[in-house]
């Protein structure tokens, strides 16, 4: 995350505002800035995009190591998938 001018933001201010936010909407769950790296790779599952992108963009070497991690997320785009495909 940058500020105004461009500087990064340190990971504790994005984890005091997101404390914040989490008071002001009344969220249960933890919300840190890692949440938002865990979000991408699950809208870009359900999204059906190709496992070797989204490990690309995240930074993992190769999919086994992103798909380890996500592995809930992924079978569910692929539940999601199977279904479509079995209209076929």
């Known amino acids: 995350f940058a500020g105004k ?3 990064p933001i340190s990971y504790s201010l994005v984890g005091h505002y997101f ?4 008071k002001e909407v009344d ?3 933890d919300l840190v800035s890692h949440t938002l790296r865990h ?3 699950s809208k870009l599952a359900e999204l059906g995009i190709p496992l ?3 490990s690309k963009r995240v930074g993992h070497h ?3 190591t992103t798909s380890n991690i996500y592995l809930h997320v992924t ?3 692929e539940g999601k998938y199977n279904d479509i ?4």
């Not at 404390?19 to 989490?22: F, G, K, N």
């Not at 495909?85 to 076929?88: E, T, V």
């Open 62 to 64: 190769d999919a086994k």
């Open 27 to 29: 969220i249960d769950k």
């Open 52 to 54: 070797y992108v989204i």
């Open 39 to 41: 979000t991408h790779v």
């Open 85 to 88: 495909i079995s209209k076929l």
């Open 5 to 7: 001018f461009g500087k």
């Open 19 to 22: 404390a914040q936010c989490r």
């Open 75 to 77: 079978k569910k785009a």
